[in-house]
Every structure is written in structure tokens, then in C-alpha cells.
């Protein structure tokens, strides 16, 4: 059986390493699916970078860079390398979609690795454009609970 793939572009990475209070419940789940090997968690490279730039707007101290460093090192995360392949694609995601450069990266990135989602909370520039991209057409959407539900919390 072939594990599911899901993109994460790097909004979604910096509210799970700094634990954003309204979104970790969803990316903990996801992650620990990830971590018993349900799921595979793809980014581009580009990524690794580029967290830096969103870290609560400022640039992360040594111990937060340890924290982005450590996130990445684990096994279910799935770099995916910019190459003539993926920056060609992107080329064209900038000019159909109408998206920065850095945004069409993860679109072709998400296309290329056969991801059928790309999860982000860009509002401004990519979840507006679900399903417009792609064959198929490349889902873009906010994480959310696997099956669309939260689990249930059974009290002790």
C-alpha cells in the first residue's frame, strides 16, 4: 500500500514548530500519523529556508534555529530539491496561477512529488487557488483532522 503524501509549505511548519495555539491540535494529529508511518509530510528545500523569514516576524535566536533544525531532521519530512524540473514548473504556476515566485515553488513541488494536497494557511495567495492547477488538479487547503473530524476525547 502506498503511503499518502501531503504538502506542507512553510506557514504550516512555523505554526507546528512554534505550537500556534489555534492550529496545533490539527498539526500535532498530523504529524503523529506521520510519525507511525500513515503519512509522508513533502516540502520543497526552499522551505528549510524560508521558515526563518516567517518566525513570528522576527529572525529565530539560536535556540529557535535548533528548534527548526531538530523539526526537520525527522524521517517522515520529505524535502523535495529545487531543481530545472521544479523551477521550470514553477515558471509556469507564476504565470497561470498569477502567484509569487516562492509560492508557485511549492505548487510545482506539491505536482511533482504526486502530492494530491497541499495544506497552508496562505490565504492571501494559494488557498484561492484549489483545484486550478495540476492533473489532477492539485487540492490547496487548510490542514485539518484526517477523515475531516476531531477525535474523540474520552474523559478519564
Known sequence: ME???VYWDAVTFVHRIQKTPEHID???TIT???ERGRLQIVTSTFTLCEVACLW???HPDDVQERMIRDFFENPYILPRQIDRRVSNMARDVVRVLRIPGKDAVHVAS???TDCKE???YDHKHLLRKSG???NPPLKIAKP???GGQAPLIVPP
Open 56 to 58: 513570528l516576524g522576527e
Open 110 to 112: 506539491a505536482v511533482l
Open 32 to 34: 503523529d500519523l506521520a
Open 26 to 28: 490539527v498539526l500535532r
Open 3 to 5: 503511503i499518502e503524501r
Open 132 to 134: 486550478l492547477y495540476g
Open 144 to 146: 485539518d483532522w484526517p
Open 118 to 120: 497541499l495544506q497552508t
